[in-house]
Structure formats: C-alpha cells, structure tokens
C-alpha cells in the first residue's frame, strides 16, 4: 500500500511568518511529487511539482525533497491570509504512461492577520 | 495554460436517479484522465483511470457498474452516478494529462443525493 502521510494541522501562523509544511511518502521508488492548494469547496490547484534531490523556489514558496529520508516539505514565505487553504501534498509513483497520483490527507493552514 | 472545464458545478437529484458529470480539456488533448472522489475534511480519493478508447481502469472497492466512466474522445471524459443514493454525496473531481502537459483539475461536481 503506498502512503502518503502529512499533518493534518491545523497549521496556525501570523501574518508574515514562514509556515512549513510536511510530508512523508512509503514508496521509495516514487519519482515525482507535487503540492497542491485547495480552498474549501474548489478543486486543488497546482503550487509546485519537484523531480529531484534539493531546493525548489518559485517566488513565496520553495518546495524541498530528500529522495534518502523519502521526505517533501513546503515552505510559504511571507505568509499571507490568502494563504489560508488545505496544502495536499501528492505522490506520482510510477515513470512511463502510469500518471497515477497518490494524495495525502492535507494540512490546514491558517494565516492570522 | 491547460484548462479542464467540468460541468455541472453541482447537481441535486433523487435517490435512485442517475448523474452525468462531464469533463472536458479545452486546449489539449487528453490521454488519459483521472476521477477523484473527497468527502468532508477527507483528501482526493482515486476511484479510476480513464485512456482514450478503452474502458477505464478501477481502483479496489469502487463499483465499476455503478460508476460508469467513458472516455470516448481525447477531449471528453463523463462518469455517470447510476441509482444514486445519500452516501454517493460528495465532491467529484477529474484531473487530465496530456502530451507535455501536466495534471491538470477540473473545477469539481458537488452531488447532493436526497
């Protein structure tokens, strides 16, 4: 069974803060992972995909992976209130055509303003 | 960028009625798309994997002739709710991949059964 674990929070931060977000994943033959955000009754939209070993940053965020530990976070910078949402972390296991995508049980965030 | 247009929003019926929720990518053709499921407070759960062409894919424990899937074009994906009941409520979500494009979502069905 591959699992995908967070958090469930809630994750409470003020207004400026980094809030970091956590994510363990039991297949060490998973090769892409992703992090999504989901407000309350939307679909998740995409915040960042990471392939490899290492840091990731795209403006506020930088995604990390660490293939050895089988361990992804993410980091928000400046946190903002708009922020607040679920954070789904989400696991591609297989390479070729499987595109088949595992998803964890997500982390509330709150950001206080 | 990729846009995957999902109709209705959302949709009330009956118990014992049947659902069609549709899936549509607007600017790429789709190889294969995915349906989710997610109750209350709960993460996306996987319920099939669709290629163009050919029958879709179940995971264990959903019912593949009460959640009829067809994939009959590289740009349309439907998944019929048939004889809904109560506990079928829930948010139904398709994601789609393309040639050089990554997973993209639909904006989600919320099924009301009553």
């Known amino acids: 069974q591959k699992e995908v674990e967070q958090n469930s929070g809630p994750l409470s931060v003020p207004e400026g803060a980094i809030a970091s977000l956590n994510c363990t994943y039991s297949d060490r033959g998973s090769q892409s992972f992703f992090w999504y955000r989901q407000y309350s009754g939307k679909s998740p939209e995409l915040i960042m995909s990471?392939?490899?070993?290492g840091d990731k940053e795209d403006g506020r965020f930088t995604a990390q992976l660490n293939k050895a530990s089988q361990y992804v976070s993410l980091l928000i910078r400046d946190s903002q209130p708009s922020d607040s949402a679920t954070y789904l972390c989400?696991?591609?296991?297989?390479?070729?055509?499987?595109?088949?995508?595992?998803f964890g049980k997500g982390t509330l965030l709150t950001v206080n303003p | 960028g990729a846009v995957v247009s999902q109709h209705p929003s959302w949709v009330i019926c009956k118990s014992g009625t049947s659902v069609k929720i549709e899936c549509r990518s607007l600017d790429f053709q789709a190889t294969t798309m995915f349906w989710y499921r997610q109750f209350p407070k709960q993460s996306l759960m996987l319920m099939a994997t669709s290629n163009e062409g050919s029958k879709a894919t179940y995971e264990q424990g959903v019912e593949k002739d009460k959640f009829l899937i067809n994939h009959a074009s590289l740009t349309l994906s439907t998944l019929t709710v048939t004889s809904a009941h109560p506990e079928d409520s829930s948010f139904y979500i398709c994601?789609?991949?393309?040639?050089?494009?990554?997973?993209?979502f639909g904006s989600g069905t919320r099924l009301t059964v009553v």
């Open positions: 994601s789609a991949v393309g040639q050089g494009y990554g997973y993209t």
């Open positions: 990471i392939y490899s070993n």
């Open positions: 989400a696991v591609n296991h297989g390479g070729g055509s499987n595109y088949k995508l595992t």
